[in-house]
C-alpha cells in the first residue's frame, strides 16, 4: 500500500487546486517550503498526515479561541446537523446570536450574518455608502479587509505576504473611490479629508491591525478616528474580524473604548465554521433591505450550524471569562519570546494584544505597513522552519499574527519557549 503523505497530496492538490490551496498563504510561498496536510485538529494540537504533531498557534487563523473539537461546540453542531443543516428561512438560533453580539457589543444595536469575513466588510461599505449617499472610501496601508475588490489597495495579509498589496483583475474604476492613509497617523487622514472629506462614505480599520502581523492602535489613533467621523458624517467601520471576542470578550471597541458606527464580525463567532457579521447603529441598519434601499443577501447566510458553533463558542467564552488567565499565557509566551531574541542578539519588535501577537525581525519599532515591512522575512522564514521542524506550527508568514487559545497549557509554552531557543540559535 503507497503511504500518504503531505508531499504527495501537495503534488495531486496542485493538479486541481491553483497552487494546490484554497487560500494562497497557505501554499507555504514564502517560507520555502510544502504544507503539511492536516488530518485533525484536539485542543491545542493538530496532526498532519505524516504523523506529526504539532502545538498550533494558528487556530485556524484566530476563531479557534478555545482549541480544536472543543467539546460544547462538537455537541452544538452534532444535535444541530442531524436535524437539518440548512433551510434558507428563519430560524431561532438567528435571533439568539443577534442578541449574543448585540449584548457583547456596546455599538452594536441590530446585526445582519453573512458567511465570511470579506462578505461583512463588502456589505458594510456598501451600507456606508448607501446611507452617506457619498462615493469614497478611506481604508489603512497593510490594513485587509478580505479580498474584496475596492478594498485590494495596499493591502495585508495574503497580498502583503506575496508582495501584490494590489491585485490583478480589478479595474482601475472599481478601486478609485477607495484612498489609502497610513495606520496610526492622523496626519494622513486629515489631509485626505481636507482635499474631500465631504465625498467620504466611511473610513475603515481594524482597531488592531493584524495582517501585518499584530499592531496595537497608538494612544489616541481609534479617538481620533472616532472624532472626525463624528464631525464629518463619516461611518466609522471597525473591521473586528479578528480581534472580534479575542483581545476581549466585547473586541476591540471595550478594550479601547470606542463606538464604532458599524463593525464586521467573522472568525470566533462561527466556532470554526464560515460566518460572519456585521451590525451597528440601528438609524444606519434600517438602510438595509427589505427595511431599506441597500441590497444584501445570502442563502446561507445565518446558517444553524454556524449559528450553533459560534453560540456555543460565544457562551462558553462568556460563562467561563477566560481573558484574564489568556492575557497571563500570552504574556508568558511574548515576554519570553522577546527575552531569547534579546539573549541572542537578533533584532527584533515583539507586539502583543491579548492572545494575538507578533515578532518581527526587525530593529525598527513597528507601528504601521512602512515599517513592518523592514523586517527580514529570509530570517523569518529560517526561524519558521526551525520551528516547525520543533513540531511548533506557526502562521508561515511575518505578517500575520499569531493566536493563543485556551487550551494551550503550561507544558506547551514551555515547549515553544525551548523551540524557540534552540530555532534562535540556528537562525
Ligand atoms: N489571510 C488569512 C489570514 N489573515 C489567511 C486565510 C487562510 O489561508 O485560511
Redesign the pocket.
Known amino acids: 500500500m503507497t503511504q500518504i503523505t503531505s508531499q504527495k497530496l501537495f503534488a495531486r492538490a496542485r493538479e486541481v487546486i491553483p497552487g494546490g490551496?484554497?487560500?494562497?498563504?497557505?501554499a507555504y510561498g514564502s517560507v520555502n517550503l510544502d504544507p503539511p496536510f492536516i488530518i485533525r485538529g484536539r485542543g491545542s494540537k493538530i496532526y498532519d498526515v505524516d504523523g506529526n504533531e504539532y502545538i498550533d498557534y494558528v487556530g485556524?487563523?484566530?476563531p479557534l479561541i478555545l482549541g480544536h473539537a472543543h467539546p460544547a461546540i462538537v455537541y452544538a453542531v452534532r444535535e444541530r446537523v442531524a436535524r437539518g443543516a440548512s433551510f434558507g428561512a428563519p430560524t431561532i438560533l438567528e435571533i439568539e446570536m443577534a442578541e449574543e453580539l448585540c449584548e457583547a457589543l456596546p455599538s452594536l444595536e441590530m446585526v445582519r450574518m453573512v458567511n465570511s469575513g470579506t462578505e461583512a466588510t463588502m456589505s458594510a461599505i456598501r451600507l456606508a455608502r448607501g446611507f452617506t449617499g457619498r462615493k469614497k472610501i478611506i481604508k489603512f496601508a497593510g490594513g485587509?479587509h478580505g479580498h474584496v475588490d475596492a478594498l485590494l489597495i495596499e493591502a495585508?495579509?495574503?497580498a502583503l505576504t506575496l508582495g501584490v498589496p494590489d491585485s490583478a483583475g480589478i479595474p482601475a474604476e472599481f478601486t478609485s473611490n477607495t484612498l489609502s492613509a497610513v495606520y496610526n497617523d492622523l496626519d494622513s487622514v486629515d489631509e485626505l479629508l481636507m482635499i474631500c472629506g465631504n465625498e467620504i462614505a466611511a473610513i475603515i480599520v481594524e482597531p488592531v491591525a493584524?495582517?501585518m502581523g499584530t499592531i496595537p492602535p497608538q494612544p489616541g489613533f481609534l479617538e481620533g478616528l472616532r472624532e472626525r467621523c463624528i464631525k464629518t458624517g463619516i461611518v466609522l467601520i471597525f473591521d473586528e474580524v479578528?480581534t472580534g471576542f479575542r483581545v476581549a470578550y466585547g473586541g476591540a471597541q471595550t478594550l479601547y473604548n470606542i463606538k464604532p458606527d458599524l463593525t464586521c464580525l467573522g472568525k470566533i463567532i462561527g466556532g470554526g465554521l464560515p460566518v460572519g457579521a456585521f451590525g451597528g447603529r440601528r438609524d444606519i441598519m434600517e438602510h438595509l433591505a427589505p427595511l431599506g434601499e441597500v441590497y444584501q443577501a445570502g442563502t446561507l447566510s445565518g446558517n444553524p450550524l454556524a449559528m450553533a458553533a459560534g453560540l456555543a463558542t460565544l457562551r462558553t467564552l462568556k460563562k467561563e471569562n477566560p481573558y484574564p488567565e489568556l492575557e497571563k499565557s500570552s504574556a508568558y509566551l511574548g515576554d519570553g519570546i522577546n527575552t531569547l531574541l534579546t539573549e541572542h542578539g537578533i533584532p527584533h519588535y515583539c507586539t502583543r494584544v491579548g492572545s494575538m501577537l507578533c515578532t518581527y525581525f526587525t530593529a525598527a519599532s513597528v507601528y504601521n505597513y512602512e515599517t513592518a515591512q523592514t523586517s527580514d522575512c529570509e530570517r523569518f522564514a529560517r526561524f519558521f522552519a526551525s520551528m516547525l521542524k520543533r513540531h511548533i506550527y506557526l502562521?508561515p508568514s511575518q505578517f500575520?499574527?499569531g493566536f493563543v487559545s485556551t487550551v494551550h497549557s503550561q507544558d506547551d509554552l514551555d515547549l515553544t519557549l525551548e523551540a524557540v531557543k534552540t530555532s534562535l540559535a540556528e537562525i
Do not use: L, Q, T
Open positions: 490551496v484554497n487560500s494562497p498563504v497557505r485556524s487563523w484566530g485587509y495585508g495579509s495574503g493584524g495582517n479578528m502562521a500575520e499574527a
